[in-house]
């Protein structure tokens, strides 16, 4: 299964001190193309200060594994967890976990902190995302609190440029003593634990760090109230490919949906706007990133769709979780995973689609006209309409009608 995995890249050998580990990566995630250099930073600095993770690890935001994987081999007795909020991270993280005979790490999603299994780690480690924003960077800092045990320990490795913010931030936080900080070219460490009463209610006080604005936005007539995030898209305006989904789906004829599934909805601009136009009695959003599905959610919720209505699938591609058909399947393409995992995703769209159903699709026009010969290979789906605006293309399809 793994050698058919349309987001596999290659494989990258990496060596730690008396450890060899193997990891698969993908083109899409974070340093596919060797081991990035703050987290060879961050393993070594803890190896010089002889830190080997206790008990228990948390590695936070894991990516493909290296840091949680490498932790595990050397400290094989250690309960070592690894999350991430893109489930393709996860699913390489797990494939990877496997890879280097490491079954017992878990390996999960979690946006932060908060869908975080245990809450009595000796060591939390992370390489803090660049462009995390500075809300997120802190709760990543501050958030470690409540799932440390006593005694525990965080290690984190930063750009050079947010050095200074996490120092302030750190400084600023009751109980934070800095045990170790190491500086490098384009990369410092800290290592820090927490001491002293009430440590532990800083989770509160970062209780919304993603959360951007609130905006009113406008899609024709219709008018509605958003509630954007860090980190993703889309923040202050609609993006066009979103504007030109939303009015496709609006424009297709006779379509109605009483199950819709919406993927890669970012902020959820085009979802509420579909949702608002066709009121589907249940929508289903499907993404690899756990920010856009909750804060896509949170914002149908903000419009008027009932939460009982709205289910979330953390997932790469569009593999049915369950088994329940779409009248429309609609989304925007993510054409960084690559020709072949949008190929592969549209094929897993059309064995979800329901008889005489409706995919509905907004992309670049090669990856368009890519999709178009696929299509017309497999015989699954009919092309219905192509439009071209602006350097991107419409594509609807329509499935089969049952016999």
Not at 91 to 115: F, I, K, M, T
Not at 244 to 266: D, I, S, Y
């Amino acid at each position: 299964m793994m050698n058919q995995d349309p987001y596999f890249k290659k494989v990258i050998p990496f060596v730690h001190g008396d450890v060899s580990l193997t990891f698969r990566v993908s083109q899409d995630l974070f340093s596919s193309y060797d081991v990035d250099v703050g987290t060879r930073f961050l393993l070594r600095t803890l190896a010089t200060e002889g830190v080997s993770g206790g008990r228990a690890i948390l590695d936070l935001g894991c990516g493909y594994g290296p840091i949680g994987l490498t932790l595990g081999k050397v400290n094989k007795d250690a309960e070592v967890h690894m999350v991430d909020r893109d489930a393709l991270a996860v699913e390489c993280a797990r494939q990877n976990a496997e890879l280097n005979e490491l079954p017992d790490a878990q390996v999960y999603g979690s946006l932060g902190y908060y869908d975080v299994r245990k809450s009595d780690f000796d060591l939390i480690v992370s390489n803090i995302p660049a462009k995390a924003g500075e809300p997120v960077v802190t709760h990543f800092l501050r958030g470690a609190a409540p799932s440390l045990a006593p005694g525990g320990l965080v290690a984190v490795v930063v750009v050079t440029r947010l050095e200074a913010f996490v120092e302030q931030i750190l400084g600023e936080t009751p109980g934070v003593v800095i045990e170790v900080k190491r500086e490098r070219h384009g990369h410092t460490a800290f290592l820090y634990h927490f001491e002293g009463p009430g440590t532990g209610g800083w989770e509160a006080v970062e209780s919304e760090p993603y959360t951007r604005q609130t905006t009113t936005v406008a899609f024709g007539a219709q008018e509605f109230t958003m509630r954007t995030a860090y980190g993703l898209p889309e923040f202050d305006t609609r993006s066009f490919a979103s504007v030109l989904l939303a009015e496709a789906v609006r424009g297709v004829k006779h379509l109605t949906a009483e199950r819709a599934l919406l993927f890669n909805p970012g902020q959820g601009h085009a979802a509420v706007a579909v949702w608002k136009s066709l009121q589907p009695g249940a929508v289903e959003l499907v993404d690899r990133d756990l920010l856009a599905l909750r804060y896509t959610m949170r914002n149908l919720e903000l419009n008027g769709c009932a939460g009982g209505q709205v289910s979330i699938s953390h997932q790469s591609g569009l593999a049915a979780s369950h088994g329940d058909r779409a009248d429309l399947i609609a989304g925007v393409l993510r054409e960084d995973e690559g020709p072949a995992a949008v190929a592969a995703a549209l094929d897993q769209a059309a064995r979800r689609l329901a008889p005489n159903g409706t995919i509905v699709t907004v992309g670049g026009s090669t990856a368009v006209s890519r999709l178009i010969a696929h299509v017309r290979v497999k015989k699954k789906l009919t092309v219905e309409d192509r439009k071209r605006r602006g350097g991107l293309s419409l594509l609807v399809m329509r499935g089969k009608r049952s016999s």
